[in-house]
């Protein structure tokens, strides 16, 4: 079954860190780029970061550079994605996305986990 | 960075009636690369156009795109009960970062 399992998320404190796993399966995970989706509790869909299928480029936005780091292992068909300096606003059902490319990243996404959810509170 | 702004915010109709929503960028989307995705409460988004007005694998053929430049549309032809849910449409490709837009929420009548 072509699926994506995120885990790792749970509740933090601020300032704190976390990582975040996503398992692939179904798919070659090697061959696609892969990307986090953020969503705030009620709110709508905020995107985070993205690596390329060899992980040798990454992209981060704004609200997330210097704080978050992505990084894949292949051979473990895994996504990550370290968190670290957490703040509020950082809350959100955190979702693992497949893009839709191949040699190059198309940046638009056929493949959605279920997502894990990440509380910034003291 | 692009936004995308959504209208209406919330679509009230019956099932069978059609059904249009408007995605506006600030400005032009190059290439058309623009994504039109669905979410059900509790679920995680499914792609249903990309390309502006290209089906993704096994969306049915009630759900149609449209649109260049700036303004975009997503038309479902006769609503079905399983169409209420939220719209997101999503830049990408010609300008990063990548954004969607804060949704419409099409609810039963």
């Known amino acids: 079954e072509v699926q994506l399992v995120e885990s790792g998320g749970g509740l933090v404190q601020p300032g704190g860190s976390l990582r975040l796993s996503c398992s692939a399966s179904?798919?070659?995970?090697?061959?696609?780029?892969m990307h986090w989706v953020r969503q705030a509790p009620g709110k709508g869909l905020e995107y985070v970061s993205a690596?390329?299928?060899?992980?040798?480029?990454?992209y981060y936005a704004d609200s997330v550079k210097g704080r978050f780091t992505i990084s894949r292992d292949n051979s473990k068909n895994t996504l990550y994605l370290q968190m670290s300096s957490l703040r509020a606003e950082d809350t959100a059902v955190y979702y693992c996305v497949k893009d839709t490319g191949t040699v190059t990243a198309n940046w638009y996404f056929d493949l959605w986990g279920r997502g894990t959810l990440v509380t910034v509170s003291s | 960075e692009i936004v995308l702004t959504q209208s209406p915010g919330t679509l009230s109709l019956s099932p069978g009636e059609r059904a249009t929503l408007s995605c506006r960028a600030s400005?032009?989307?190059?290439?058309?690369?623009l994504a039109w995705y669905q979410q059900k409460p509790g679920q995680a988004p499914r792609l249903l156009i990309y390309?502006?007005?290209s089906r993704a694998t096994g969306i049915p053929d009630r759900f149609s795109g449209s649109g260049s430049g700036t303004d975009f549309t997503l038309t479902i032809s006769r609503l079905e009960p399983e169409d209420f849910a939220v719209y997101y449409c999503q830049q990408y490709g010609s300008s990063l970062p990548i954004t969607f837009g804060q949704g419409t929420r099409l609810e039963i009548k």
């Open positions: 179904g798919f070659t995970f090697s061959s696609y780029a």
């Open positions: 400005q032009s989307v190059s290439s058309s690369y």
């Open positions: 390309g502006a007005s």
């Open positions: 690596i390329s299928s060899n992980g040798g480029s990454t």
